[in-house]
């Protein structure tokens, strides 16, 4: 499967943005797809998943509460909407997706996407 991110950009702090996932292969609902960033400095993080199986969703604890990940299989795309963004949400944000793995919240992820740029202004 190969992945497409997108979405990203500038905004204040206390805004909202909604990262897209766009997978091609026609088998895009037996994927797990999660999100991961890289804040400038730091290693890469887990931010979120949605399982393939009935939707099981997981978030890094930074991030619950304001994010929330989801997906549309019709449309073969995992969306992240971020809402009361911090400057600490500001990284390259990248999707990733495994296939029928178990349903848990860490995983080894096989596909990767190329990132995109999220900046929160303070």
């Known amino acids: 499967v190969q992945l497409q991110a997108s979405g990203g950009g500038l905004v204040q702090a206390g805004g909202s943005l909604r990262l897209s996932c766009a997978a091609s292969?026609?088998?895009?609902?037996?994927?797990?797809v999660g999100w991961f960033r890289q804040r400038p400095g730091k290693e890469r993080e887990f931010v979120a998943s949605v399982s393939w199986a009935g939707g099981t969703t997981y978030y890094a604890d930074s991030v619950k509460g304001r994010f929330t990940i989801s997906r549309d299989n019709a449309k073969s795309t995992v969306y992240l909407q971020m809402n009361s963004l911090k400057p600490e949400d500001t990284a390259v944000y990248y999707c990733?997706?495994?296939?029928?793995?178990?349903?848990?919240?860490?995983?080894?992820?096989?596909?990767w996407g190329q990132g995109t740029l999220v900046t929160v202004s303070s």
């Open positions: 292969g026609r088998t895009f609902s037996s994927y797990t």
């Open positions: 990733a997706a495994v296939y029928l793995p178990p349903v848990q919240p860490i995983l080894a992820y096989d596909y």
